[in-house]
């Protein structure tokens, strides 16, 4: 009987890691799919990506950043946090990671920060936090992705 537990035991552990690494392998494509789609989607006002850089990794001051995407030129900072399914609780970590990108990275500290999140799933209620947080939010459409909100050009 306590071989049985044990037995079981590694397995749903084994699940549990399979399943961790395909959720990771999931937001790696979302990453590669939002990449172009960014640039294009920010253009219709104007800013022009002079660079896409990804998985930015920084510390500073005891202090540690991640983020998925930065779509950059001269005066924007796009940040974009890539998932397979976007939750609230993606959306509430991305505003944190936002309000630390000017101190961090002092490089965009006069930049204008753009918060974005990018989703294969994302369920309606989610997508309507994220823009009522003043986030924009990439979301498959058909076969392409699209901003589930409209891009002003009135940042």
């Known amino acids: ?3 049985e537990a044990k037995a079981t035991s590694k397995e749903v552990k084994a699940m549990r890691t399979s399943a961790g690494r395909l959720g990771n392998r999931l937001g790696e494509f979302v990453e590669e799919a939002v990449r172009p789609a960014a640039v294009r989607l920010f253009q219709p006002c104007g800013i022009d990506v002079h660079e896409v850089q990804q998985n930015i990794s920084v510390k500073r001051d005891g202090e540690a950043l991640e983020i998925n995407l930065l779509v950059v030129n001269d005066l924007d900072t796009a940040a974009i946090e890539c998932k397979s ?6 959306i509430n970590e991305h505003l944190e990671r936002l309000s630390k990108i000017k101190r961090m990275i002092p490089r965009y500290k006069a930049h204008r920060i753009l918060g974005t999140v990018a989703g294969m799933v994302i369920p309606d209620n989610v997508a309507a936090y994220a823009i009522k947080k003043g ?3 990439i979301a498959q459409n058909g076969g392409h ?4 909100n409209p891009i002003t050009c009135a940042f």
Not at 85 to 90: K, T
């Open 1 to 3: 009987m306590v071989r």
């Open 85 to 90: 399914n976007l939750s609230i609780d993606d």
């Open 135 to 137: 986030l924009y939010v």
């Open 145 to 148: 992705l699209d901003l589930a």
